[in-house]
């Protein structure tokens, strides 16, 4: 019944609440009295009470959110972690294959897909791209990119990507970050999202597939010590600050492929530098032109027979300072290989040959370093590791093996560093 000008329309309490507040579609309503039927005699009100308006509304308000956003079920078998909140899901999800070969020290990277990315374009659509690091270390020396895929949410790469020079010792303390990122040619690239994987839920040998929602980034353990400045490099303060904290732990630059072999037919050690993986970029075009140098000082600082420096000495000397206190005028102890011009990843396959005796190099220390060649001034510094008897870990034991084991050939991947290692304990007099 409509009412004339200027009088107020009278609308029950119960009509003027009834608002459908849901998620989801707008569904019409054909009576909104039938949510709330009248107690009262008649037609009308009897008999049905408030049990039938649960029943009405049953189909929409008691269905679950999941079904109500359309979200579907994983599918068995598949690695995928369960969100409550609208904010991770809403990124995507990343579908991705992860093989750690342990014979060849590989660990294989199969990018597969992405669905339901977040729009970031003013399209509503995105260029996708994933990036790869291995955390702690450096973020250049081992970062892998897959190609862009233009104006998609859900993006089809299918791209493998391979790190070099992988040990047990990385699969037990290493983090894989995945990030997926939009990239935008006018202005800087815009990050999308990240799934971070420990290396140690990996076994040998053996693929795992991953099928995850998309986080944020990391937030820090005390974010209110974040300055305007740090801001840009927020997700990688955390591992720098462990970094930090830890002993013993340098900036990575990379790794290097090794062989030693003592040859007791020919009275020497051959050295043989194979290859480098995951170089930290040195030059404006994001690659470096790398080669090798390998020094075995040698431990007499004398000419008369018998005599060294350490025996002069009423205590033992350090690595580090030792390595500047003996001479090698004739540089007899030094080699280089030929450069690898706009390269991280170079192969070089050569070998250098030291003549001298098994028990001597019990106390020598060989140091490799790898720099980058610059024209008309002097060569950066990429990386370096120092194998002898006074070195820690895998450098230590490779030196240990090849000294126990003449006349074999011993190849190890080493972690370059931005500083040559301490020696965990002063040289051992000769």
């Not at 994933?130 to 895929?149: D, F, I, W």
């Not at 971070?196 to 937030?219: A, T």
């Not at 974010?223 to 340098?250: D, F, H, N, T, W």
Request: aromatic share 6%; net charge neutral.
């Amino acid at each position: 019944m409509r009412g004339r000008r200027g009088d107020r329309m009278t609308i029950n309490i119960q009509e003027h609440m009834a608002i459908n507040v849901c998620p989801g579609p707008i569904r019409p309503i054909r009576q909104i009295s039938d949510y709330f039927p009248r107690r009262g005699p008649g037609p009308e009100g009897g008999g049905g009470g408030f049990g039938e308006a649960s029943a009405h509304l049953a189909p929409l308000a008691l269905a679950p959110p999941a079904a109500l956003l359309g979200a579907t079920t994983p599918e068995d078998g598949d690695e995928v972690d369960n969100y409550d909140s609208d904010d991770t899901t809403a990124l995507g999800m990343l579908e991705f294959d992860l093989l750690y070969d342990q014979a060849s020290c590989t660990l294989h990277c199969s990018i597969l897909r992405a669905k339901g990315l977040k729009p970031m374009d003013f399209n509503g659509l995105a260029d996708p791209y994933v990036k790869l690091h291995l955390l702690p270390g450096a973020c250049k020396a081992n970062k892998l990119k897959t190609k862009t895929q233009r104006n998609t949410l859900n993006p089809v790469w299918n791209e493998d990507l391979m790190y070099s020079g992988i040990t047990d010792d990385d699969i037990t303390h290493k983090v894989l970050r995945i990030s997926v990122c939009d990239e935008d040619k006018l202005s800087h690239n815009e990050f999308i999202g990240e799934i971070r994987v420990p290396l140690r839920r990996l076994k040998p040998s053996q693929k795992k597939h991953f099928n995850i929602c998309l986080e944020r980034q990391v937030p820090l353990a005390s974010p209110s010590s974040m300055s305007a400045a740090l801001r840009g490099i927020s997700c990688y303060l955390k591992e720098l600050e462990q970094v930090e904290q830890g002993p013993g732990l340098l900036e990575e630059r990379g790794r290097i492929l090794l062989s030693l072999s003592y040859s007791s037919r020919r009275q020497g050690l051959l050295v043989g530098i194979v290859r480098c993986a995951h170089l930290a970029a040195m030059d404006v075009n994001g690659y470096s032109d790398p080669y090798v140098k390998t020094d075995l000082p040698p431990a007499s600082s004398s000419s008369v027979p018998g005599l060294s420096l350490t025996n002069l000495l009423p205590y033992p000397i350090p690595l580090e300072l030792g390595r500047y206190l003996r001479p090698d005028v004739d540089k007899k102890s030094k080699h280089k290989t030929c450069v690898k011009k706009k390269t991280l990843n170079p192969e070089f396959n050569e070998e250098f040959f030291y003549e001298m005796e098994l028990s001597a190099l019990a106390t020598k220390t060989l140091e490799v370093t790898v720099w980058d060649y610059d024209i008309g001034k002097s060569n950066d510094f990429i990386g370096g590791v120092s194998l002898g008897p006074g070195t820690r870990g895998e450098a230590r034991k490779h030196w240990s093996d090849c000294l126990q084991q003449p006349d074999t050939t011993l190849e190890r991947w080493h972690t370059l560093t931005s500083e040559l290692p301490q020696a965990a304990g002063a040289l051992p007099s000769a």
